[in-house]
């Protein structure tokens, strides 16, 4: 099963996420406005209203030693958890081709670990 992220469920979003949800996809939609996640909730997998989470823990700087400056670029205090799906640790400490797979709810941030992909058999 293909898994896909639609940020954004205005009008073409909202089409999107239902469309790929009917072919079969596995849908995290995510919005600021929770009309639109109400809306869809019921028709893909996962619906979420991130932006009004994401403000309220919001920080002023990174809470992470080494993390990148970025322009624009905004911190949140580490409370949520998500797993990620990834090929291999880089030699500078980053995911190479990482894929986000879903938020946790049943984890908590002091549980996570930092984990090595294992190979597969064969």
């Given at each position: 099963?293909?898994?896909?992220?639609?940020?954004?469920?205005?009008?073409?979003?909202?089409?999107?996420?239902?469309?790929?949800?009917?072919?079969?996809?596995?849908?995290?939609?995510?919005?600021?406005?929770?009309?639109?996640?109400?809306?869809?909730?019921?028709?893909?997998?996962?619906?979420?209203?991130?932006?009004?989470?994401?403000?309220?823990?919001?920080?002023?700087?990174?809470?992470?030693?080494?993390?990148?400056?970025l322009?624009?670029?905004?911190?949140?205090?580490?409370?949520?958890?998500?797993?990620?799906?990834?090929?291999?640790?880089?030699?500078?400490?980053?995911?190479r081709?990482?894929?986000?797979?879903?938020?946790?709810?049943?984890?908590?941030?002091?549980?996570?670990?930092?984990?090595?992909?294992?190979?597969?058999?064969?």
């Open positions: 099963m293909r898994r896909f992220l639609v940020i954004g469920l205005g009008r073409f979003g909202s089409a999107l996420a239902e469309a790929l949800a009917q072919a079969g996809g596995e849908i995290i939609a995510v919005d600021e406005r929770m009309e639109l996640v109400e809306a869809v909730k019921d028709k893909v997998a996962y619906a979420a209203q991130l932006e009004a989470d994401l403000a309220e823990r919001e920080v002023a700087e990174s809470q992470f030693q080494g993390a990148p400056r322009r624009g670029a905004r911190f949140t205090r580490p409370e949520l958890v998500c797993e990620v799906e990834y090929l291999k640790w880089t030699d500078d400490g980053k995911l081709a990482a894929s986000f797979k879903g938020l946790r709810p049943d984890k908590l941030p002091t549980d996570c670990r930092r984990e090595d992909p294992v190979a597969a058999p064969g």
